[in-house]
């Protein structure tokens, strides 16, 4: 994600512990937070891994 045009415009990347501290800080209640890695194509067509994370949350 670091690499992306459009990241150095307004863009944030959190790690996991930072976005849930900011939910919190906001008064969202965490349910569950989960890490996923998936395997896809790069531009160049080699297979890279990609992991993400998501969060449910409850106002």
């Known amino acids: 994600m ?3 045009p459009f990241t150095p415009f307004g863009f944030n990347l959190y790690s996991l512990k930072d ?9 969202f209640k965490i349910i569950e937070s989960i890490s996923q890695t998936e395997q896809v ?6 297979m890279v891994n ?6 449910l ?3």
């Open 50 to 55: 990609r992991t993400f994370f998501t969060v």
């Open 19 to 27: 976005a849930e501290d900011l939910l919190q800080k906001n008064h």
């Open 57 to 59: 949350v409850r106002r």
């Open 41 to 46: 194509s790069s531009k160049t067509n080699e």
């Open 2 to 4: 670091e690499k992306l």
